[in-house]
């Protein structure tokens, strides 16, 4: 069994900064990509930042320039460095990896929790 579990969201002033953590646990033999992602409410999901195994990355043209995804391999742990925190970013964050699990063969993807990022004065 594999858990996706966020933290460090919350209620922030526009210009603030926060770091959203995103630990993966469990059966896993290796995390390919791993992603965050936002919904808003009334709004669909949207893509927010992805990164590689390798560390490649790609960002919403939204949030470039502000967000920062970075992860640790050794500790099967992805991060959402937000700075410049505006309004429109307020939303739950859901984090995302595809991964191998020990007792299955092809990769899958895994979803979070999510946890609510809210900004505002």
């Known amino acids: 069994q594999v858990q996706l579990v966020e933290s460090g969201g919350g209620l922030v002033q526009p210009g603030g900064s926060l770091r959203l953590s995103c630990a993966a646990s469990?059966?896993?033999?290796?995390?390919?990509?791993m992603g965050w992602y936002r919904q808003a409410p009334g709004k669909q999901r949207e893509l927010v930042a992805v990164i590689s195994v390798g560390d490649s990355t790609n960002y919403a043209d939204s949030v470039k320039g502000r967000f920062t995804i970075s992860r640790d391999n050794a500790k099967n742990t992805m991060y959402l460095q937000m700075n410049s925190l505006k309004p429109e970013d307020t939303a739950v964050y859901y984090c995302l990896a595809n991964l191998r699990t020990w007792y299955s063969g092809p990769s899958s993807d895994y979803w979070g929790q999510g946890t609510q990022v809210t900004v505002s004065s």
């Open positions: 469990g059966s896993i033999f290796s995390i390919n990509v």
